[in-house]
Every structure is written in structure tokens, then in C-alpha cells.
């Protein structure tokens, strides 16, 4: 039982998604049902993406400092254009060092991070899980905290957090149709032009239990010493070093054609000793 | 010492070694009886166990016999002609050796049947040869142990090496099957189980010498015909697996949906998805790549830079360790991270094809250092493979006289390239294999 009316198809657009229009919700509320089923039903063609960026941020205390306690630092995990993520991610786990009360803590709605103070360095293990129609098993990260700057010159600054921060993108190879129609058109997430001919439900938003909190990092205290990661850079010195590589291929397969053409000396006599 | 202080035991409570005060002195002064090149081996050290004294080395055991040598004849059972030679003998004691000469038990010969005249007239007739032919053929085996090429040589009609062979082997299992009629012993006689085939023979020997004459060219040529069938063979066999692991995915999601979907909907999509990574390619790499995405869709979820961590290993499982290395050095001179720092989708994928570009240079560097070795005859095992010891090369440089040998400073070459660890030059001339640890010949552009 295919769709029973003819729905606008996605593929037509030029801009690549279709903002839902009213008239196909009242037709898709006569087959929610059909619309159910459909949800949950994979696109194999489409990858969605995320690009995170998670890290930690640590400021020195200074001289509030105690033997216990120098630094204050924050592990996070943000979009990387600091958009929201509480579109794909439905509560993170940060598991710190056994020697914190309750390590293991939960963060249940965006800005997904958490502060502490501390005095040592330990490995952070982040698990994200995302909501069900996004994916049901979860993602690890591991990140190590650092709080002491590379720098060793002079004393630490209690102004100038020492952040680490790494690049990274969550893909998910089969998205179910419900969650690409959910996330299409969100600043946060990645969607490919979607194929031809694919026909997908109306969406279904998901419970955030607090629409109030602000989601995304954009206006975040420590926004300012994110660090920036253009993929423009790497792709240019990529591009160079393949240019490099190429033109040396070429001399080489020049080369190894002008050695080919020689003629072989003569064959070693018989008593030749191997 | 300290321990013996804790127990309180006294210190010298054992004879002290002779060793102790010896090693001091010894490193100065060599013992004699060896010579300094033969001593030095051992590291200018005395040898930490018990070793022989040198001097003692060149004595004799002593004995308590009287030797004497005579002059003495001697008969020897494997002659038949009663010659009487004579030679030097060791004499014991006054007593001569008894006993037949000592090597007389080495005159060994081969058993040839014989047959009677009857059992010719019988067993053995053939239209290609004459009774007299095969009694001249058997007198031959018999003289000559069995040694056709010999047999082949003194026959006086031509007849080759296999002919004759056949016709031998062929008159023995017919008088060994007359013979034995019901005997079952001898069904496991070599002769009746594993019979001489003359054209199985001929054909083997006819392979043999085409392999032997094969020009270098056509040794290579057939490497890589092999290499290339190799990886198709390869790609047959992951496309297979990862067509199996996308028919698994499928049937995964399907069994999800089933309560929810129409089965009708969901097989629909499964046969052209599974068409896709089955169709057979060309090339290894890509459908390395396949079987890694396979792989990867059956996570549902994965970090991008776990994605190229996984592309990388498939990539480089076909590669060695120091391929590896190679590779990874040439990425740090062009300036690139061994890891993205911005890992999106375009990144990696330039990352990976540069990767594969970079193999491929290495790959005609190292090309390019055989054909230009190569310039001096020397065949050596195949040519995908490292070579063998530079030493070994170094042989067969010097060996060649007339062929001008521009390393002879090979050796010094050798180690510097060995102790350098500088990156590779790229910028240079392009035959200079940076990272092998070959000598090699020295250009006007090393300096």
C-alpha cells in the first residue's frame, strides 16, 4: 500500500528541501497511519551529518586557588557553527575521574557541558545518545582534559582559559525518514540533496521538556575562545600536496618510460656465482 | 655484597675466580695461539663462559697409539679385475687395516631386470623397437646405473632421453607384472603404481625450459598479469562479502519495519541497494572502500574521523609497515596533518586519495631503483619484493667487470643511507629512495 495521494516530491526543488506546506499536512493527516509506518522506514541514499566540535575549556583560578581546586574548567560538545544540538542529541554523559562525587554526570537538555573544579588532568568519557527516531545506539567520545597551558613560560593567566577542542562529525548512514524530515531544514545538521522521488511524512517534533532553555552556543560565555575549524584551509593544503605529488608521479612515469626503452646489457656467463 | 652484609656471612667465603683479576688484563693483551682479527670478534673481551684455552686449541689430543704410515697394496672388492694398486696407510700399532678397502661399500649399482628370450617373445614386443634395440638399451642401463643422459649419449641409434626412458620403464612393469601375476605386493611397486607417462615427461621438460629461457621482460610481464589476477580475484571475493553484509543490513531493517511496513515497499529498495557495492570493480581500492562502508552503515552511527581511521586500515592492510612509515613521512613534508584537524566529508576524502597518490609514487620510486639496478645483470628473486641484503647487490655489482661501477663507494653509501633519517627529498631527483636502506649508485645531484 503506497502513498494513496500524490504528495509534492521533495526532489523537485531546487533548494534541495521542501518547507512542509500546509495543504500536504492536511492530506497527511488522513494517512497518519500509512505516515507511521513510513516514518520509521530508512533512506539508505542519504547520509546525514553533524559537525560537533567538543573540548574542554579551563581557567586558572588564581588566587582562589586551593590545593584541591586551582582550575575551573568545562567540558563541552557544540555544534560547530554553535548552533544547537538538542535536534539530534537527547542527553550526554560525561563520566569524569572516579575521584569526583557521582562522576558520572547527565545532561539531559541543551547547552550540552559541564563545570567543575579541580587541580588534575584525567581522560573524559563523553557518550551522547540521541532521541529514538534519530538512533538508538549511543556514541562515545573520549577527550583528555588539559589545564595547564603548553606555554610553560611565566605564570598562568586567570583571564586566558587553556582550550583544546576537537573537530569531528557524528554521520548517520541511514537516517530514518522521520528524523530527515524532523532535521531538513536545521542550521545544525547536514543534509544532503535528497533524492528524487522520496517521499517523506510530515514531522513529528520531539519532546524537549524545556523549550525555554536556549539551545544553541552562540551567545555562550565561552564562545569567545572557541576555536575556529575551516575546512577551507585543509582542503587547500590538501589540494596543494596532491598537485605536488601528481606532477612527481608524472616525472617518475617519464622517467621510469625512458629507462624501460634502454637496452639490456649482455647475460653473465654461466659460471656467474648467485 | 650488600646481601652479605644483611646476612652477616663473611665475604670471602668462596676461592676468589681466577676470572676476576684476568678480564682487566686481558683486555689489553690478547692471548696468542689466535689471531688479533679472530680474537676482537669475540669483542676485545674475554667470552663470558669458561672458554677454551687458545693456546690449547692447536694441540693435539694425546694418544696412546704408535701411527705409522706404510706403504701398502691393497685389493679391492668392488674391482673384478683383481688390479693390485697401492697406496699409504695409516698403520696403528704395527697392524695394518684389515678389512676390504674402506670405500669399496660405496660401489653401488642399480638392480635391472633381465628377461629371457621366452618372456621378450611374450611380454615385450613393441612395434617401435627391435629385440636388439632393447637388449643394446638394457646392456646400456646396466653398464651406465641407470643414468639415461649417459644411456641416451652411447646409443647407437638416436633415440631421446625419453624414448629410452619410456621403453626401460615400460619393459620392467610388463616382467614385473608377468612375473607376478596375482601378487598384490607389488600393486604398490612404484613401476605399477605411478608408471613413467612420456608425454606427461616431455611436456614437463618442455615447460621447464621455456621457464629457464624467459626473458626478464616476460618475467616481469607474467608478475603482473599474476598480481593483477591476484586482485581480481581479491575483488570477487570482497564484493561477495560485502554483498553478503549488505544483504544482511537489508534484512536487518527489514525485520525492523516488518510490523510497521508493508513488505512489498521495503524489498523493493533492497535489490538495487544490494546491486550497488556487488558490482565487480576493478580496482581493490574501491571495493575496499565498499566493504568498509558496509561495514560502517551497519553501525547506524559513527564519528567521521572513525570512518577514515577504518578506510585507512583497509587501505593499508595491502601495504607493510614501512610503507606505512613512507607514507606517513611524505604527508609531514608536504605539510599535512597525519590526522585532519577539520574532518568533514571532502576532507577525508581528499585525505584518502592523497594517500593513495602518495603509495603510488612510492610505488614507481622504488620501480624506477630496479630498472635502473637493473643496468647490471643480476636476477634475484621476484621484483615486488624487497631486495635481498645490500651486501648480496654489492657481490654482484663487483662481479661485473666490464659494466662501469659508479658505487664503488657503494658501501659508504649504503650507510649513510641507512643512518639517515632526514625526510625524504622530494624536490630532488626523483630516483632518490630516501627511506630504503639500499645503496645506491651516486648522482651528480646527491651532492
Redesign the interface.
Known amino acids: 500500500?503506497?502513498q494513496p495521494l500524490p504528495l509534492k516530491r521533495q526532489g523537485e526543488h531546487d533548494d534541495g528541501a521542501a518547507p512542509i506546506k500546509p495543504s500536504r499536512l492536511k492530506i497527511a493527516l488522513s494517512s497518519d497511519d500509512a505516515d507511521?509506518?513510513?516514518a520509521?522506514?530508512?533512506v539508505?541514499e542519504v547520509e546525514i551529518?553533524v559537525?560537533i566540535v567538543y573540548g574542554t575549556s579551563a581557567f586558572y583560578l588564581g588566587r582562589k586557588a586551593s590545593e584541591s581546586q586551582s582550575h575551573k574548567w568545562t567540558v563541552y560538545v557544540r555544534g560547530a557553527s554553535n548552533e544547537d544540538l538538542g535536534v539530534v542529541i537527547k542527553r550526554a554523559v560525561f563520566q569524569l575521574h572516579p575521584s569526583f562525587n557521582n562522576p558520572t554526570r547527565v545532561v539531559e537538555s541543551p547547552p550540552f557541558e559541564l563545570s567543575e573544579c579541580g587541580w588534575g588532568e584525567f581522560e573524559i568519557a563523553i557518550t551522547l545518545h540521541?532521541h529514538s527516531d534519530?538512533?538508538?545506539?549511543q556514541?562515545d567520545?573520549y577527550h583528555p582534559l588539559k589545564l595547564y597551558p603548553e606555554d610553560e613560560s611565566g605564570p598562568q593567566s586567570t583571564k586566558k582559559p587553556v582550550v583544546v577542542e576537537s573537530?569531528?562529525?557524528?554521520?548517520?548512514?541511514?537516517p530514518s525518514e522521520a528524523f530527515i524530515v524532523r532535521v531538513q531544514n536545521h542550521p545544525a545538521v547536514v543534509v544532503p540533496r535528497l533524492p528524487a522521488g522520496l517521499n517523506l511524512p510530515s514531522p513529528v517534533p520531539i519532546e524537549t521538556g524545556n523549550e525555554k532553555e536556549r539551545g544553541d552556543t552562540k551567545d555562550h560565555p565561552l564562545s569567545q575562545w572557541f576555536l575556529n575549524?575551516?575546512?577551507a584551509?585543509?582542503?587547500l593544503?590538501?589540494?596543494a600536496?596532491?598537485q605536488?605529488?601528481?606532477a612527481?608521479?608524472v616525472?617518475?612515469?617519464r622517467?621510469?618510460s625512458l629507462?624501460?626503452g634502454?637496452p639490456?646489457?649482455?647475460?653473465?656467463p654461466s659460471t656467474?656465482?648467485? | 655484597m650488600d646481601a652479605k652484609d644483611i646476612l652477616g656471612l663473611p665475604k670471602n667465603s668462596f676461592p676468589p675466580l681466577d676470572k676476576k683479576s684476568r678480564p682487566p688484563k686481558e683486555s689489553h693483551r690478547k692471548p696468542d695461539g689466535i689471531s688479533r682479527e679472530v680474537y676482537a670478534l669475540t669483542g676485545g673481551l674475554a667470552p663470558l663462559m669458561p672458554a677454551l684455552d687458545p693456546s690449547q686449541l692447536k694441540k693435539k689430543p694425546p694418544s696412546d697409539e704408535k701411527v705409522a704410515w706404510q706403504w701398502l697394496g691393497i685389493t679391492s672388492s668392488a674391482r673384478k679385475d683383481n688390479l693390485h694398486l697401492y697406496h699409504w696407510v695409516r698403520v696403528v700399532n704395527g697392524v695394518p687395516p684389515t678389512g676390504d678397502y674402506s670405500f669399496a661399500k660405496y660401489n653401488k649399482s642399480v638392480d635391472i631386470t633381465k628377461y629371457t628370450n621366452e618372456e621378450y617373445e611374450k611380454y615385450l614386443t613393441d612395434p617401435g623397437w627391435t629385440k636388439e634395440e632393447t637388449d643394446q638399451l638394457f646392456e646400456l642401463c646396466e653398464r651406465f646405473d641407470l643414468r639415461f643422459i649417459v644411456i641416451a649419449d652411447r646409443f647407437p641409434s638416436s633415440r631421446t632421453v625419453e624414448e629410452l626412458k619410456e621403453r626401460y620403464y615400460s619393459v620392467s612393469r610388463a616382467l614385473l607384472l608377468a612375473r607376478n601375476p596375482s601378487s598384490v605386493d607389488i600393486a604398490s611397486h612404484p613401476l605399477v603404481k605411478e608408471p613413467y607417462n612420456i608425454s606427461h615427461d616431455l611436456e614437463r621438460k618442455r615447460a621447464m625450459s621455456l621457464v629457464l629461457s624467459q626473458t626478464?621482460q616476460q618475467e616481469l610481464r607474467d608478475e603482473e598479469v599474476l598480481a593483477e589476477a591476484k586482485r581480481i580475484a581479491q575483488s570477487r571475493i570482497s564484493a561477495k562479502v560485502s554483498q553478503e553484509s549488505e544483504m544482511a543490513v537489508a534484512s536487518n531493517?527489514g525485520v525492523?519495519?516488518t510490523e510497521?511496513?508493508?513488505p512489498g515497499?521495503?524489498v523493493s529498495?533492497l535489490p538495487s541497494?544490494a546491486q550497488h557495492p556487488s558490482i565487480p570493480v576493478s580496482s581493490s581500492m574501491s571495493t575496499e572502500n565498499a566493504s568498509t562502508?558496509a561495514s560502517?552503515?551497519i553501525?547506524?552511527?559513527?564519528?567521521?574521523?572513525y570512518?577514515l581511521e577504518q578506510m585507512l586500515q583497509a587501505a593499508s592492510s595491502s601495504a607493510g609497515l614501512r610503507t606505512i612509515k613512507r607514507v606517513e613521512q611524505?604527508?609531514q613534508d608536504?605539510?599535512?596533518?597525519l590526522k585532519?584537524?577539520?574532518?568533514?566529508?571532502?576532507?577525508c576524502a581528499?585525505?584518502l586519495?592523497?594517500r593513495k597518490?602518495?603509495l603510488?609514487?612510492l610505488n614507481?620510486?622504488k620501480?624506477?631503483q630496479y630498472?635502473?639496478a637493473?643496468?647490471?645483470?643480476f636476477?634475484?628473486g621476484s621484483y615486488t619484493e624487497t631486495p635481498g641484503t645490500p651486501k648480496h647487490f654489492h657481490h654482484g655489482k663487483q662481479?661485473?667487470a666490464f659494466?662501469p661501477d659508479p658505487s664503488f663507494g657503494g658501501e659508504r653509501t649504503g650507510k649513510r643511507d641507512q643512518k639517515r633519517k632526514a625526510p625524504g627529498r622530494?624536490s630532488e631527483a626523483?630516483?632518490s629512495p630516501a627511506q630504503s636502506k639500499r645503496p645506491r649508485k651516486l648522482k651528480a645531484s646527491d651532492f
Open positions: 500500500m503506497s507511521k509506518k513510513n520509521n522506514k530508512r539508505k551529518c559537525p540521541f534519530v538512533c538508538d545506539k556514541l567520545l573537530y569531528d562529525e557524528i554521520v548517520f548512514p541511514e575549524f575551516s575546512e584551509d585543509e582542503l593544503k590538501l589540494a600536496a596532491r605536488q605529488v601528481q612527481h608521479i616525472k617518475l612515469r622517467q621510469l629507462v624501460e634502454m639490456q646489457l649482455s647475460k653473465p656467474y656465482e648467485s | 626478464r531493517a525492523e519495519v510497521r511496513t508493508i515497499e521495503t529498495p541497494n562502508l560502517l552503515r553501525l547506524r552511527v559513527y564519528l567521521r574521523t570512518a611524505t604527508l608536504l605539510g599535512v596533518n585532519p584537524r577539520v574532518p568533514t566529508k571532502s576532507v581528499e585525505h586519495e592523497l597518490e602518495i603510488t609514487l614507481l620510486q620501480q624506477l630498472k635502473e637493473e643496468g647490471l645483470p636476477r634475484e662481479d661485473r659494466v622530494l626523483p630516483s
